[in-house]
């Protein structure tokens, strides 16, 4: 492709981006093509000839639209949100176009000290001490793993990454029964054993019971084990519940625990502070993570992973073969040793698109939208004769349900899951479910940088009428 057909081709594709963009509503929020029916379009077997371009548009149109589900509608109300924002999309493009590698400050100094300014910005955003420093991750799971290694390499004083865990003390993870899944995955690959990692009991706001994580830690101690980390949350991922971070915290320094803080997602409301009552109890942590990608309208991926002891971090993580040396080396930070991986994107170029072209009080007004419309959805399930709230509302997760008091429990859960199947069916809308105290949930949260009340008017009407239709 030569410059000129480059040019004809992006202008072409940035005209089909705004229009989608501002034609996303149009299409059906689910996919509803069937497994394997995307994939049984293509041929067995590659090109060995160069196709024209607009062909291979045409096919993208044709071929692979159907099969997108549509995140960046404002009616995509599952999971949680990952909307990005056109400041966003813009910087994305040029990261894409620039190809850095940010490996280490040499190989492109704008990437590294664009990120150390851009996690200093967030730290204030935040509303965070000094006392915290990071860098940019792909994603929470990442920035939970780093945690458990470092935990591990300071408590085992880095003989663990020198000799295995040969003799080694029987560590223990701790986290509540609604902790994000991520952390049982990291407990397995960073060698611990998923049979140590030890579930704490949650009350009926579903956050982890201080008491019975002490209980726990002090029986494990008779037994042998040695405690090792708590994960405290500060938002599930099913409800959003918000763990009692100071009491844990406490607890954390009394038995002498690495302290993480899961905010991946309701961290962006700490932007408000009106919202901090959420984070009262993060200074005592020793890490935590947050992701701009989720609530905060960044391209996925950018996840801020802040810790205390950053030398603690790079130790554990730091490899210096003589092909990655520099004359820098001890003036900088090489980003590289801060994760797993060598190879860095340019993250922070998204990111500062964003934030200076939101600015912080668009950004805080949007948030405080956000979590006002679903208050007035909250009410409004608690005033319908035929629905029930679940789980409280710190910040714009709504968990419900059908319930007309004529079912038992299981047919509840059976109507519930068709009402669900129903709804996403429509195209209008696409929610998500979760299982609490055995009740099959609703799970509806609104994200998006275009949203408006409208959109969850028309999503609670939608639902109300497809109840009513199922009945």
């Not at 004809?8 to 149009?26: G, I, P, R, T």
Request: proline fraction near 4%.
């Amino acid at each position: 492709m030569t410059s000129e057909e480059f040019r004809k081709h992006a202008h072409s594709m940035v005209d089909w981006m705004a229009d989608y963009l501002d034609n996303v509503e149009d299409y059906p929020v689910l996919s509803s093509v069937k497994p394997g029916e995307i994939k049984a379009q293509f041929p067995n077997s590659f090109p060995e000839k160069a196709e024209d371009f607009n062909k291979i548009f045409e096919d993208f149109e044709e071929k692979i639209m159907p099969g997108i589900t549509h995140w960046e509608s404002p009616n995509f109300f599952a999971y949680f949100p990952a909307s990005k924002s056109k400041a966003s999309i813009l910087g994305e493009m040029i990261m894409s176009v620039l190809g850095t590698q940010g490996m280490v400050w040499l190989t492109s100094p704008a990437a590294t000290e664009l990120e150390d300014r851009m996690m200093e910005w967030m730290r204030d955003l935040l509303g965070l001490s000094n006392d915290w420093t990071g860098s940019i991750q792909d994603t929470a799971s990442t920035g939970t793993f780093n945690a458990l290694i470092t935990a591990r390499e300071k408590a085992s004083n880095f003989q663990i990454n020198e000799n295995g865990f040969f003799r080694m003390p029987k560590y223990r993870i701790y986290a509540s029964e609604q902790a994000h899944s991520s952390i049982d995955k990291n407990v397995k690959i960073a060698g611990f054993g998923s049979k140590n990692l030890v579930k704490i009991p949650v009350d009926e706001n579903f956050a982890m019971i201080p008491e019975k994580l002490e209980d726990k830690i002090q029986k494990d101690i008779v037994s042998g084990y040695e405690p090792l980390l708590v994960l405290g949350a500060l938002g599930t991922t099913g409800t959003t519940a918000v763990d009692p971070l100071e009491e844990i915290g406490a607890i954390a320094k009394k038995y002498h625990l690495w302290y993480h803080i899961d905010a991946a997602y309701s961290g962006a409301a700490l932007i408000c502070p009106e919202h901090r009552w959420m984070s009262k109890g993060l200074e005592m942590a020793d890490s935590m993570v947050f992701n701009p990608h989720k609530w905060m309208f960044v391209n996925f991926d950018c996840s801020l992973y802040y810790v205390k002891e950053p030398d603690l971090l790079k130790q554990s993580y730091s490899i210096t073969p003589e092909y990655l040396k520099t004359d820098a080396d001890e003036e900088v930070n090489n980003y590289r040793d801060w994760h797993i991986q060598l190879g860095r994107r340019f993250r922070a170029l998204k990111l500062w698109f964003v934030l200076r072209e939101f600015g912080a009080e668009k950004l805080r007004t949007i948030i405080n939208n956000h979590i006002e419309w679903a208050k007035w959805l909250e009410k409004e399930i608690k005033k319908s004769a035929d629905f029930e709230m679940l789980a409280p509302v710190p910040v714009n997760l709504l968990c419900f349900r059908f319930n007309d008091g004529t079912m038992n429990e299981e047919d509840l859960n059976k109507f519930n899951e068709q009402l669900l199947k129903n709804v996403n069916a429509t195209g209008k809308i696409f929610i998500t479910h979760t299982k609490l105290n055995g009740k099959y949930t609703l799970r509806l949260v609104g994200g998006h940088p275009e949203l408006t009340k409208g959109h969850l008017e028309r999503a609670w009407g939608l639902i109300k009428n497809t109840a009513n239709d199922l009945l």
